[in-house]
């Protein structure tokens, strides 16, 4: 006999039996649709979230920044026979540039892991418009380059996107703090004599206060010129393809080119913890929702297997082997955990539709197209296991005993 | 150990000093059948009768192999079968008996028709056409050809009883096994069940066992086996019958 033909067979009964109880199969495939239902919507609807957050997250900064490592005092080693005692205070971290940035620049250019690669110098100054004062952070940028890392363009609230040749861009608290508009002048301190006016010719708002209130946008020649450091660089900004790895491509980077990397995983760990134990807490809400499913059906099974008793007596009497009776129960576990979960993803994808559609708006659910497949695959197979234990039970009936079962 | 045996031509059943005790080993053991030697062959309709708790139920387990002897032999087709495994015994009630039971035991799920194919839907899955042939005919053959494809809810008592008499027929077992299957029935239809039996034992040449109750049915059958307290009695022919 060939597989497939006794699984007709197997497949013909299982059907039937749930069709035959037509009242108890409705309503456990209505309790596996709702949990299957509350699992793809709070998947997609944390897993939208996450992207969210990072997406925001990232949308203002490098993914990873490589920095000159930091100055330290150099402690001559004592030879072999004598000690040393040491009093070491810190040294002070001056600006420095990053030596051959434009080397690395070309490096890191022809890397496959690396999106975009943008020089920048960084450096404190003090903004002035006539009395009023505030601290900025100087951001001297290759324009087209800085724009593949944080697309400043698209944040612009006013003006346009332009440094170089006396111009600047400034953010929106600083604009208000500093009482600016576009086409208004601006006066940079940098300390030490070092002065420049510039024109205010765009304004942008990235959403974070903090950069909003500090950040000005010069062109790489006139940062460098405010802050003494004529042709270098502070720092190299890169953005990388695959977000989650940008640790280990940081360490990679660090060894490659003897500098500080550090990646926007290690200087936000604590959103990155908040995200994890988010992450756990949905695991744990599926993973008991998939239990209690999958003791629903079991429960289920195991009345109908009772009911069944005299008929599964008879189709042993007949000649039905355990194996084929054990079957039966198996596929009708899976049947169920597959209409179940085919129902309930329907209504967990209705739900993130109408979510995306009349929700907050504050963000946008992207379902992922294997999340439902993937959400009845998983129900298929707990229904199977969960139909295990009463399936055994009805396949180890003795046929004599159950005939006579009232 | 019992003595190799020598098959009689068309020998079907043969029980050679079966003995079936319960609870064993336990202080509750009891014995039911006490060395029971009997056999039965192609085309002979005997009737099993006896009161209750003589053992006919236990007998015709045994007979059906629902269950095992504890000790003596039984032979099916001349095969012994007390050591075989359930797979095995299984696969010979598939193929050499047909069951016939006192409460007509269709599968509700079924329709008419479906119910007397399952036996070869549980040999070989899909039925093909001939298959599906064979069993009209023997719905024709019991007079229900009408109602194969009602749910066997819809249908009278006695009318189940025929079809669970086409589905046991429907694999040409060499030996049908009916336990009371009258017992549910009015006088009438009993009346008509056995008719068919008997019809059918003339026409499929098959071994016919019947447990019953009732003493004109059995007189009616060509060999009357009386089972008393675990011993057969008598086993004798009936001059009285057709």
């Known amino acids: ?41 709070i998947t997609a609807l944390i897993t939208g979230l996450q992207a969210n957050v990072i997406e925001r997250t990232l949308g203002t ?29 810190p040294r002070a971290q001056r600006l420095r540039s990053i030596i051959n940035w434009q080397d690395i620049r070309d490096v890191l250019d022809q890397d496959t892991q690396i999106l975009a690669v943008s020089p920048v110098i960084s450096g404190p100054a003090i903004a002035r418009r006539g009395v009023a004062r505030a601290s900025v952070a100087l951001l001297g940028i290759d324009p087209p380059r800085y724009q593949r890392i944080i697309p400043l363009a698209n944040d612009l609230i006013a003006g346009r996107f332009v440094v170089g040749a006396g111009n600047a861009v400034i953010g929106k608290e600083l604009a208000r703090d500093l009482g600016l508009g576009i086409g208004d002048k601006l006066r940079l301190d940098a300390g030490e004599g070092r002065e420049a006016v510039v024109d205010v010719a765009g304004i942008f708002e990235l959403g974070v206060r903090e950069l909003d209130a500090r950040y000005v946008y010069l062109d790489l020649k006139q940062a460098q010129t405010l802050l003494d450091l004529p042709g270098g660089i502070t720092v190299i900004d890169t953005t990388v393809a695959e977000i989650f790895e940008a640790d280990r491509i940081a360490r990679r980077l660090a060894r490659l080119t003897g500098l500080r990397a550090e990646s926007w995983m290690e200087t936000n760990g604590q959103l990155l913890n908040a995200l994890s134990s988010q992450s756990m807490t949905t695991e744990m809400i599926r993973v008991f929702v998939g239990i209690s499913v999958a003791f629903g059906i079991a429960s289920v099974l195991a009345v109908s297997v009772v009911q069944r008793t005299r008929e599964i007596g008879i189709l042993r009497a007949m000649g039905s082997p355990r194996g084929q009776i054990l079957r039966v129960f198996l596929l009708q576990g899976g049947l169920l955990g597959l209409l179940g979960s085919a129902c309930g993803g329907g209504v967990g994808w209705g739900l993130v539709q109408v979510f995306n559609l009349f929700g907050p708006r504050l963000f946008e ?42 | 150990m019992s003595e190799p045996t020598i098959k009689r031509a068309g020998e079907v059943l043969r029980l050679d000093q079966v003995r079936k005790a319960f609870n064993v080993g336990t202080p509750l053991e009891t014995e039911v059948l006490h060395g029971i030697d009997l056999s039965l062959c192609r085309g002979e309709l005997a009737a099993l009768i006896g009161p209750s708790g ?23 087709l001349g095969q012994a079968t007390r050591d075989s495994d359930d797979e095995a015994r299984t696969r010979l009630r ?36 001939a298959d599906i042939e064979l069993a009209r005919g023997l719905l024709d053959e019991v007079g229900l050809s009408a109602f ?4 066997p809810t819809q249908i009278s008592g006695g009318q189940q009883q025929r079809v669970a008499i086409a589905r046991a027929l429907v694999t040409r077992p060499p030996l049908l096994l009916a336990d009371e299957p009258t017992g549910n029935l009015d006088t009438r239809t009993a009346q008509s069940v056995f008719e068919l039996f008997h019809r059918i034992n003339a026409q499929f040449g098959c071994a016919v066992l019947v447990v019953t109750h009732d003493p ?14 675990g011993l057969v009695v008598s086993d004798e022919a009936n001059p009285s019958s057709r």
Not at chain 1, 12 to 37: E, P
């Open chain 1, 61 to 89: 900064q490098a993914h990873i920044r490589i920095l000159p490592p930091d100055e330290v005092n150099r402690i001559l080693p004592a030879d072999e026979v004598s000690w040393s005692l040491v009093l070491e205070s």
């Open chain 1, 365 to 406: 659910i992207p379902v992922d197209p294997t999340l439902v497949p993937l959400a009845m695959l998983v129900a298929t197979i707990t229904g199977v296991l969960a139909a295990a234990m009463p399936a055994r039970r009805a396949a180890r009936y003795d046929p004599a005993v159950a005939i006579r079962y009232v």
């Open chain 2, 54 to 76: 003589s053992g006919k139920s236990t007998l015709l387990n045994l007979i059906g192999l629902l269950d095992a002897p504890s000790s003596g032999e039984l032979y099916l």
């Open chain 1, 1 to 41: 006999m060939r597989l497939a033909d006794s699984l007709w067979t197997e497949w013909k009964i299982a059907l039937r039996f749930l069709l035959d109880n037509r009242m108890q199969t409705l309503l456990i495939t209505f309790g596996i649709a709702v949990g299957s239902a509350v699992i793809v919507f």
């Open chain 2, 148 to 151: 194969a494809d009602k749910k």
């Open chain 2, 216 to 229: 004109r049915l059995a007189a009616d059958c060509a060999r009357t086996i009386q089972l008393v307290d």
């Open chain 2, 94 to 129: 598939n193929q050499v008996i047909g069951f016939v039971f006192q409460f007509h035991h269709l599968i509700s799920a079924f329709s008419v028709l479906e119910n007397v194919l399952m036996p070869l839907m549980i040999r070989h899955g899909k039925p093909s056409s």
